[in-house]
């Protein structure tokens, strides 16, 4: 019987909808109807998730990750950390690490230490840009003030912060990425997530952006500037200083199981050289399954280890077609895009054009 450790929980509300922003979420208007359903749906998905996991012959260990993602879990407050006090499925491991989304401006004393009772010991600042102009078009609900006061509160904690890259109209008014970050470094986050901003599409400020030059240029600046300081590229988008990897994270790029909870949470049950991910409908605490088979989990593997700075062998991921794998990856080298020699992984330059190596990687290997 398989052994779950890892559990994410989506909580879906907003104090604000920002407009690029793609994610399920809702508002928070009416805060004790809003957290009086969600919680109503929350039991009800437990139980529900209990047949599941009897269903695909798995069982709780105690929790190593957990991980409150939203939408804003910060908002839920006191009253969340008590209820999950009250229903989490199983306990917290010893050496646990355990992440809360929390937003500048959408948090509260009170909170952040029922949180830290809970067993938070881990928080990802949603800031996604300091200088003030770029707040506004990324139209954020918060101030320029309100990241400093947050900051300021987790100096000394463990904690994150989410940073985006390629906003609208940072070409013509000279955004200095770097800057923003230096001011974002001196609080002293452990970790730094990197995300260049591809919205959805309707996103009215779409013809601002930047484009995919200047974006890959900021990225690539980005890149040196935190190695340079002494963190780790170990992921696509994630930085983090020597020990502070997430390592909930790391459990789905690794291909490991992750359960879910909460409206649209996805988790995945390994299961050998297949899995089964799961969905939760937003409207009811009812799931939607897909069984993977053993070729999409292996392009799925092959995909997220690309991802890591976390070297492989080609044998290790394709062993049935090692030798074309190896002759592509010799190419890429060749172009500044992987290095390696018995052990590979990609630069920052191949990570910048991951999705087009995807492609060159399936036209190569013929058994894909």
Known sequence: MGIVTSLYLHV???RHLCNYCDFYK??????????????DYLSQSLLRHESIMVERGVQWGALDTLYLGGGTPSLWGARGAA????????NLAGTHETTLEIDPGAWDHAGLSAWKGLG???FSVGTQALDPRFLRVL???????????????????NFSVDFLLGAPHSAEWRRDVLQELEGLLAYGPSHVSLYILNPAGGYKLKSFLPDDEWSAREYLAVSAFLRERGFRHYEVSNFALPGREARHNLRYWMGESVAALGPTGTGYFAEGVTAWRYKWKPSRAEIEAEPLSAKEVL?????????????FTPTELLPLDAEAFLALLRRWQERGLAEGDKSWKLTPQGWVILDSLMDELFVVVSSL
């Open 12 to 14: 879906p509300f907003c």
């Open 120 to 122: 938070v010991n881990r």
């Open 139 to 157: 139209d954020r609900a918060h101030e320029r003030e309100e990241t400093v006061r947050l900051l300021e509160a987790l100096k000394g904690e």
């Open 26 to 39: 809702l508002p928070l208007n009416a805060p004790e109807e809003n957290w009086r359903q969600y919680e």
């Open 83 to 90: 209820w999950l006090a009250a229903h989490l499925p199983t």
């Open 299 to 311: 392009l799925e593997r092959v995909y997220l280890r690309l991802r890591l700075d976390h070297p």
